[in-house]
Each structure stands twice: as C-alpha cells, then as structure tokens.
C-alpha cells in the first residue's frame, strides 16, 4: 500500500464513528500511586488513614503528609455487564442488555471538568447527543477526555476538539481507544483523620500517580466547617446562564485569599450582561445536603457590571438552599429550580429589606417552592419576629445564618440577633414533589461581592 492510500485509511478510520464491545470484567491495572495531605495553609497532616476502597489497601501519612501505596498498586474492575457502544463526532449509541445509569463528562487535559450530564438507560439502544457535555463553542481548542461512566466502570477516551462544540470533535484512533479503555479502571480513594472531613477523590489512570498535595478541611470543635479551602474553589461547581454547568470562562466566581473567601466580579465581562435575560449565575457547593446550618459573611463592591445589568441587579444576592443537581438542570433558564433566601444591601433594586424569600418561579417551572408569608425584596413574615428588618449599608460586612431542614421549619437569621428569625419557611418541594436533599449555592446577579466564613455545621 503507497503512502498516500496508508494516509487516507488512517484519516478514515479517525473521523469515522469507533465500535466496542465491552464487558465489565477485567485484568486489574496497576498504576503507582502517591500523594501529600496539607492543611488550606499547607501545613502537613500526618496520621492520616489513606484507603483505596475497592482494593481493600490502606496507610497513614507521614509526618510530612506524604503517603504512597508503593509501586504496582491494583486498582478493580467492576461485575461483569455486557454492553457495547460506538462514538462518533456528536453521539455516542449504546446496546444495553439491563437497565443503567450513565454520567459522560468531558475533562481537559490538565484534569478539569468542562462538561457534564446524566441519563438513566433502559435497556435496548440508545442513541444519545454529545452536546450538552461538549466543550462550548468557541472553547479553547485542544486535547479532551470524554469519560463514560456506565455500570460502576470508567471508560476514558481521548479526544481533540476544534473549538466548535461537538461538530469539531475528533476522536482518537481504535488503538489509542483500546488503550485508553483498557487504562480507565477505576477506584474511590478515602482519607479520614479526626478533627477533619474526609477527602473522597475518584482514581483514573490519568489522574493516578502523584496525586499532588490533597487538602483537608478542619472541623470545629463544635461541628462547623469552613466550605472555602483557603486556595480554590475545587469543591464548587458553577452554573451561569448561557454557559454549561462548570464553565465560568469570564472568572465570575473566584477565590478571594486577602479576605478568606468568594469572590463574584465582572471584570472579565464584555458586550452587553443582557438585562432580564442577564448572564446571571449559581456557584454550588458539591454535596447533597437534608438538614444543616449554613453562615455567610458578605459585603457588595462596585461598579456593578455595566451595560445591561437586570433592573434588580444593584446591590442584590443571594444564598440559594433546596437546589436540583446542576448536572440535571435542564433548557438553560436564567436561574435554575431553588429557593433564595434574598441578600441585600440599601439602596437595592431588589427591595428594602433583608432575609427575603425567593422563588425561581419566574424563571423556571417546575422549581423549588415552600410554605410561607411575606415577597421577595419585601419580608413581612407574619410568623418571623425579626421580619422586615431593613437592608444593611451595601459596604459593610453583614453576616446571615439559616437553620435549614426538609421538614419542619427552615429559619433565616440576621447576626448578631440569632433569636429572631427574618424569614421562616417550610414544606420545601420541587413541583409537586417533597424535597428530599438539595443543593446550597451562592449567587452572581451583576454587582460585586465577597462571601467569607462560609460556614456549615450538618444536622441529623
């Protein structure tokens, strides 16, 4: 065969759609595994019990943090399901002899998360759209890992986007594809130490290895956890209006080391922000919670973004409670089903006084609703005490605090009166629906803030 025709055939094979028949039993990988445990301030953490949960191996840190499992660790594979599916540049099709859930999220070369969602698939085919996972239009163009987990296994598999969505996609050659299978195997790493929370990260074999340093949250004596790592938002997840959940390519929500907190800025917004159809968004903190108590401190910053912020926008927040996953949001509504419990500062487009109830009914439907009295930017809570209390200065830090519960009553605080609920809600539920759990998330509305001492203490 000439050059040219070895060319042609490998183009080919390359743009056209990869076939696999896979079974969910396999030889086990071995990959080296090793890594630090450090405080937010990078102080070391020794003592640690480090557990690889599927291969039933542990240690402990070193007095430097470090741990390592030696070379040669086995990572498992999963019970045998038999499935094939093939990709091409905008599906992936999937034959499926049982009923499975599947989550495809779409990582970046350097490991990051830039896309995600979910299906649950009965069985028979299933021909299902890449888009909604897919790097944005107009992304950076580069090397991506589409990663399909499918019937407790992770299948990896590399890809190069041309910075048109879907359509730009190319994925790897069937070589390169079987391995990439063949590496993707997959265990839960734990990491449990007293007076902390636990760490649980996913291993894959292309986040194996070194591991980096790994950051422990201290718990208070009390209960209380700062949800803010001191370094990053590595346990956030935002969703902005016009954008795919996890893709904040203007830098709207951001780490704020001077004062210990988030930052919401829009220094990096251009053209116009779109008025009440605003490029508004959620940043949520990445655990299923039922019942907890959640603090903030915050103060507003100017200029608000300009042009085009929403009539409500000047000097408007919020802390968000009861919210759906974001990987599940579904038709890109300028916000998503939750509940606001409304942070203000006076003067405010959104009213005059604080701790208001909000829904997202405007915005979205089905959304988060709950039994109570009073309007969003006017809380006259017949049943709060400490309803109508006025909106604070917009430049001094001001502290709120919610008693949050699925059942019963959830309560609104406004430091230093933690006696006097502003706001008393109940009955949360999505739709028709009871809540079960929801997702707690703070909000960028077109002015600037800083959330600090965002603390949570979990109930039972």
Not at 33 to 44: D, E, S
Not at 205 to 226: F, H, I, K, Q, R
Not at 250 to 263: A, H, K, Y
């Given at each position: 065969?000439?050059?040219?025709?070895?060319?042609?055939?490998?183009?080919?094979?390359?743009?056209?759609?990869?076939?696999?028949a896979?079974?969910?039993?396999?030889?086990?990988?071995?990959?080296?595994?090793?890594?630090?445990?450090?405080?937010?301030?990078?102080?070391?953490?020794?003592?640690?019990?480090v557990v690889?949960?599927?291969?039933?191996?542990?240690t402990?840190?070193?007095?430097?943090?470090t741990?390592g499992?030696?070379?040669?660790?086995s990572?498992?594979?999963?019970?045998?399901i038999?499935?094939?599916?093939?990709?091409?540049a905008?599906?992936?099709?999937?034959?499926?002899?049982t009923?499975?859930d599947?989550?495809?999220?779409?990582?970046?070369?350097?490991?990051?998360l830039?896309g995600?969602?979910?299906?649950?698939?009965g069985q028979?085919?299933?021909?299902?759209?890449?888009?909604?996972?897919?790097?944005?239009?107009?992304?950076?163009?580069?090397?991506?890992?589409?990663r399909?987990r499918?019937?407790?296994?992770t299948?990896?598999?590399?890809?190069?986007?041309?910075?048109?969505?879907?359509?730009?996609?190319v994925?790897?050659?069937p070589?390169?594809?079987?391995?990439?299978?063949?590496?993707?195997?997959?265990?839960t790493?734990?990491?449990?130490?007293?007076?902390?929370?636990?760490?649980?990260?996913e291993?894959?074999?292309?986040?194996?290895?070194?591991?980096?340093d790994l950051?422990?949250t201290a718990?208070?004596a009390?209960?209380?956890?700062?949800?803010?790592?001191g370094?990053?938002?590595?346990?956030?997840?935002?969703?902005?209006?016009?954008?795919k959940?996890?893709?904040d390519?203007?830098?709207?929500?951001?780490?704020?080391l001077?004062?210990?907190?988030?930052r919401?800025?829009?220094?990096?917004y251009?053209?116009?922000?779109?008025g009440?159809?605003c490029?508004?968004?959620?940043?949520?903190?990445?655990?299923?919670?039922?019942?907890?108590?959640?603090?903030?401190?915050?103060?507003?910053?100017e200029?608000?973004?300009?042009p085009?912020?929403?009539?409500?926008?000047?000097?408007?927040?919020?802390?968000?409670i009861f919210?759906?996953?974001?990987a599940?949001?579904?038709?890109d509504?300028?916000?998503p089903?939750i509940?606001?419990?409304?942070?203000?500062g006076?003067?405010?487009?959104?009213?005059?006084?604080?701790?208001?109830?909000?829904?997202m009914?405007?915005?979205?439907?089905?959304?988060?609703?709950?039994?109570?009295?009073?309007?969003?930017?006017?809380?006259?809570?017949s049943?709060a005490?400490?309803?109508?209390?006025?909106?604070?200065?917009?430049d001094?830090?001001?502290t709120?605090e919610a008693?949050?519960?699925i059942?019963g009553?959830?309560k609104?605080?406004?430091w230093p009166?933690?006696t006097?609920?502003?706001?008393i809600?109940?009955?949360?539920?999505?739709?028709s629906?009871?809540?079960?759990g929801?997702y707690?998330?703070?909000?960028?509305?077109?002015?600037?803030?800083?959330?600090?001492?965002?603390?949570?203490?979990?109930?039972?």
């Amino acid at each position: 065969m000439g050059l040219k025709a070895e060319y042609l055939r490998v183009k080919l094979i390359t743009m056209g759609a990869l076939f696999f028949a896979a079974v969910l039993q396999a030889q086990a990988q071995t990959l080296d595994l090793k890594g630090r445990v450090v405080q937010a301030n990078g102080t070391p953490i020794s003592g640690a019990v480090v557990v690889l949960k599927t291969k039933k191996d542990s240690t402990v840190t070193a007095a430097d943090g470090t741990f390592g499992f030696g070379s040669n660790v086995s990572l498992g594979h999963g019970a045998g399901i038999a499935f094939k599916y093939s990709l091409d540049a905008g599906f992936l099709a999937i034959d499926l002899n049982t009923p499975l859930d599947l989550q495809v999220e779409i990582v970046d070369g350097a490991g990051h998360l830039q896309g995600r969602m979910n299906r649950q698939l009965g069985q028979g085919h299933h021909r299902i759209a890449l888009d909604d996972a897919m790097p944005a239009s107009k992304g950076d163009a580069g090397l991506f890992f589409l990663r399909m987990r499918l019937g407790g296994e992770t299948f990896t598999h590399p890809f190069y986007n041309s910075g048109n969505g879907s359509t730009g996609s190319v994925f790897a050659p069937p070589a390169r594809m079987a391995a990439a299978k063949s590496a993707a195997t997959v265990d839960t790493l734990r990491i449990r130490k007293s007076g902390y929370q636990d760490i649980v990260k996913e291993i894959t074999s292309y986040t194996a290895g070194n591991l980096g340093d790994l950051t422990m949250t201290a718990v208070s004596a009390d209960g209380w956890v700062n949800l803010f790592n001191g370094k990053d938002l590595s346990n956030w997840t935002p969703l902005i209006h016009q954008s795919k959940v996890g893709i904040d390519t203007s830098n709207t929500f951001r780490p704020d080391l001077e004062n210990n907190g988030i930052r919401v800025s829009y220094d990096k917004y251009t053209g116009d922000f779109g008025g009440g159809n605003c490029k508004c968004g959620l940043l949520y903190y990445n655990k299923l919670l039922t019942n907890y108590r959640i603090r903030v401190t915050y103060r507003f910053f100017e200029p608000q973004v300009m042009p085009g912020p929403p009539s409500w926008g000047k000097n408007n927040s919020g802390l968000m409670i009861f919210g759906i996953d974001p990987a599940k949001v579904t038709g890109d509504p300028v916000y998503p089903p939750i509940m606001e419990i409304q942070i203000l500062g006076n003067p405010s487009g959104g009213g005059s006084t604080n701790g208001n109830y909000c829904d997202m009914g405007s915005f979205v439907n089905p959304t988060i609703t709950a039994t109570h009295t009073g309007s969003c930017g006017n809380n006259k809570d017949s049943k709060a005490p400490g309803s109508g209390k006025p909106s604070p200065q917009p430049d001094v830090w001001t502290t709120l605090e919610a008693d949050v519960h699925i059942t019963g009553d959830t309560k609104v605080y406004q430091w230093p009166d933690t006696t006097n609920a502003v706001l008393i809600v109940s009955n949360p539920k999505y739709g028709s629906q009871a809540v079960t759990g929801g997702y707690l998330a703070l909000q960028s509305e077109s002015q600037p803030i800083v959330f600090k001492d965002i603390l949570l203490k979990e109930l039972p």
